[in-house]
Structures are given as structure tokens and as C-alpha cells.
């Protein structure tokens, strides 16, 4: 059957902050591109803080006035919060200046009014987009990627381009089909969340930071992100065995866990709930190979680590960014290939990795993590990797410090710090 959809060099799945940022750069680029949307924005959706790093690529594709224009709010640093006492650390994204990026200040979003901007934003640069469309495959030609087969108000259509772009998020269409998707075997987290009225965010510097609490159960968490002036999100993440316990009921799961930590209890004693508690969970997976024959795999459709430095959304700009690169290459040389692909592919799983290691040392660590916050000699490093600046480098001294510090402790039983550290391994299994 004909399609009534016009001819296009590349297709997007998504409309998310991957699909929405690489549909950008491809118009801005001369790349013809049509975006397929399953549901209609806005629509909910968790990972409601960015890292500074995210700003440039907002600047690259001109974005970032309308970051300012809508005012969501200005994220300027982190603060952690002990698991018992009341002790609290703090770092400011001011400390680090980064390159290309003239603000100190990141930003706190409603995921909703965020991703429903990006993508009228990509429309707005020539972009088409398709909202309420979905994909049920990716057509495949051997085993080069040719084209799409979505359906429209219940009818499958198949629509044919030069190039394919797998931005469906945690749905990982592509992974899925070709059997590339594989679950991290160190990572078994579960998350509950809700938006808030009245919360305590405290006074001072610290305010409309994101707020990070140590609880007491196994490399357990709580997030607090300060949403608009009245509402702020509220999370908690521990091991699945954790959420078992509860059997069902999250709520008084979600109360226990607050419970845990006497900053976060009384951040939450004057709050009030408004909306319904959602759950998250099998969250950490990664992808055997991020590009093939006609297609690459953009955002958590390739990779998503943990959601404990908000690195999910600067992941689906950055791949968006380096993957939109290779792509406009690509087709101007006529040859989108695998190989051809591989610059994209090694960028991208470089910096991941990167992700990776530092979050699962802060797992090892946990509330002694602060002390690398602390140090005079760590801190900038440990600044520079929450803020996002983990590709394109080759060395991260920071990462062999904290793996010191964690070989130290576990060599004895009576070393001072040895029951703080975790029992997650190390090293990547896989």
C-alpha cells in the first residue's frame, strides 16, 4: 500500500529528548527527517534534572532561550544528605567552568512540558513529526535496516528511507527485535516517585539544588527535585528485594524508606501528595551494539545505566549529537554501513562507560562517597563527571582513587571504613 507520508532521508523513533535533539541537528544539517511519536505530548515521563553538560547541546541547536523563556527552574548544584545525624555536603556547578557553556546553572524540568518543547522545536527546524503513530518494526533488507512499518488509526503502513534512528527509549524497539538488548548483571534497582506540595527544601544556596539522601537499607537512595516553585518530585530507589517486601503496597514502602533518613523526614513531614505514586523498574540494560547496517540505537534505547546523577537525558542528547554527525557523513559518502557507523559507536560507548564505572563505585561507596566530594585533590574531578563531562576523555584519575580507597577497606575487617562499603562488585562482570 502507498504511503501518504512523504519521502524522507532518515526515520526517528521517538519523540523524546533523543529523537526531538537528533531530528534538530539533521535539519539543521539539510537531512530530511520524519519523527514517529506514539502518544500525543505532553506526556509524563521521570528524569526530571539535567547536568550542565546538557546545556551545550541545547546552545548547539538553539534550544536553550527557550530553556530561559520558560522558566524552568535554574539548578546551580547537588547536595547530599548523611544517612544518620544530620550532616550534608554540597558542591556548586560554579566551581568547574566548562567549556562553551556561559552559565553556572543547569535545570530542574517538568519532563512533560520539556520533551512536548523539544520536539515543536525539531518541527520548527524542519523536522516532520507524527505524533499518535506508532512502530511495530523496523523493515529490515537482509540485514540493513530500510524502513518502518507503523500503524496509523490501526492500520499498518510501511514507509521506506535511506536511514533508520531507534530513539523509542526503555521500549528499545530495535533491541528488542534483533536481539541485541542485554540486562546489566550488577544493577537491580527499583524506584518510587511521586510530585509533592510544601516540601522543606531549606534555605539558602542549597535550595533548588537536587537533594540526594543515604538511606539505611542495601544502596538505597531518595531523590528530591524541586519542580516549579510550589511542586517538587519525590523519589526513592533501592534493590527490588527491598520493594518485595512491601508486596504491593508502595506507599507504606515509600513512607518506611523516608522514615530512614531524619533529613529527608523532615524535608517531607509538611508535604502533601498530588499525584499517584509510579513506579520504575529493570532499568539497567545495555545494548550489544549501538549502530548497524542503516540504523543506530540514540538515548535509552542504546544504554541506560541508574538514574542516581541524572545522566539520562545528557546521554540522549549527546548520543543525538555524535550520532546526527556520523549520519549526515554517512549519507553524503553513501555508505551506511556498520563500519562506516563505528566513530559513533566508540564515541558513544566511551563515554557510557565512563558513566558506568562512576556510578558503580558510588554504589561500593555510598556515604563515603562525600569524602571524594571533600578532598581538595578530588573534588573538581568528581565535579566535572556530575556535571556531565565524560566523553572524549581517555583518563579519569578520580575513578582509580575510589577504586584504591575500596580495595583499602576490604583488605581487613578492621579497617575503620570496611562495613560502609557495599559488597557490589567492582569489576563489569560481563
Known amino acids: 500500500m502507498s504511503t501518504p507520508i512523504p519521502a524522507t532521508d532518515v526515520l526517528i523513533i521517538g519523540g523524546g529528548p533523543a529523537g526531538s535533539a537528533i531530528g534538530a541537528y539533521l535539519s539543521k544539517a539539510g537531512i530530511s527527517n520524519t519523527i514517529f511519536e506514539s502518544v500525543n505530548h505532553p506526556r509524563a515521563h521521570v528524569g526530571e534534572s539535567m547536568v550542565t553538560a546538557s546545556t551545550r547541546v541545547f546552545e548547539e541547536i538553539g534550544f536553550l532561550p527557550t530553556m530561559e523563556r520558560e522558566g524552568f527552574v535554574h539548578k546551580f548544584g547537588a547536595t547530599w544528605h548523611a544517612p544518620a545525624g544530620r550532616g550534608t555536603f554540597s558542591i556548586r556547578f560554579g566551581e568547574f567552568p566548562q567549556d562553551d557553556i556561559d552559565q553556572d546553572h543547569t535545570y530542574h524540568v517538568d519532563r512533560a512540558k520539556l520533551d512536548m518543547l523539544l520536539l515543536k522545536h525539531a518541527e520548527s527546524l524542519g523536522s516532520k513529526v507524527c505524533q499518535g503513530v506508532g512502530v511495530d518494526e523496523v523493515l529490515m533488507d537482509g540485514d540493513r535496516a530500510c524502513g518502518l512499518r507503523v500503524n496509523v488509526a490501526g492500520q499498518s503502513i510501511d514507509v521506506h528511507a535511506r536511514f533508520v534512528v531507534d530513539a523509542s527509549g526503555r521500549r528499545t524497539l530495535l533491541g528488542n527485535q534483533l536481539?541485541?538488548?542485554?540486562?546489566?548483571?550488577l544493577f537491580d534497582q527499583y524506584a518510587v516517585h511521586a510530585w509533592y506540595e510544601d516540601v522543606a527544601r531549606g534555605e539558602g544556596d542549597s535550595k533548588d539544588h537536587i537533594h540526594i539522601y543515604f538511606l539505611e537499607v542495601e544502596r538505597g537512595w531518595a531523590w528530591q527535585i524541586p519542580i516549579t516553585d510550589e511542586i517538587t518530585s519525590m523519589g526513592v530507589v533501592a534493590e527490588k528485594s527491598v520493594y518485595r517486601e512491601a508486596k504491593g503496597d508502595m506507599a507504606a514502602m515509600f513512607e518506611r524508606l523516608v522514615k530512614s533518613n531524619d533529613n529527608l523526614a523532615d524535608a517531607m513531614a509538611p508535604a502533601r501528595r498530588v499525584n499517584d505514586f509510579k513506579t520504575e523498574g529493570d532499568y539497567s540494560y545495555s545494548m550489544t551494539n549501538f549502530a548497524g547496517n542503516g540504523f543506530v540505537l540514540v538515548g535509552d534505547a542504546a544504554r541506560f545505566v541508574d538514574p542516581i546523577f541524572s545522566s539520562g537525558v545528557s546521554v540522549a542528547l549527546y548520543s543525538a549529537k555524535f550520532a546526527s554527525e556520523s549520519i549526515v557523513?554517512?549519507?553524503?559518502?553513501?555508505?551506511?554501513?556498520?563500519?562506516a557507523l563505528q566513530p559513533y559507536e566508540r564515541r558513544l560507548r566511551a563515554g557510557v562507560e565512563i558513566w558506568y564505572e562512576f556510578i558503580r563505585l558510588y554504589y561500593k561507596l555510598?556515604?563515603?562517597?562525600?569524602?571524594?566530594?571533600?578532598?581538595?585533590?578530588?573534588?573538581?574531578?568528581?565535579?566535572?563527571?556530575?556535571?556531565?563531562?565524560v566523553f572524549d576523555r581517555t583518563e579519569v584519575p578520580v575513578l582509580d582513587a575510589m577504586r584504591e580507597f575500596i580495595a583499602q577497606a576490604e583488605k581487613s575487617d578492621k579497617h575503620a571504613f570496611r562495613r560502609q562499603v557495599t559488597d557490589l562488585p567492582v569489576d563489569d562482570p560481563a
Open 179 to 185: 536481539g541485541l538488548k542485554k540486562k546489566d548483571p
Open 329 to 339: 557523513e554517512a549519507l553524503k559518502t553513501g555508505d551506511v554501513s556498520e563500519a
Open 366 to 389: 555510598l556515604p563515603l562517597f562525600t569524602y571524594f566530594i571533600q578532598s581538595k585533590k578530588h573534588r573538581l574531578q568528581v565535579l566535572r563527571l556530575l556535571q556531565g563531562e
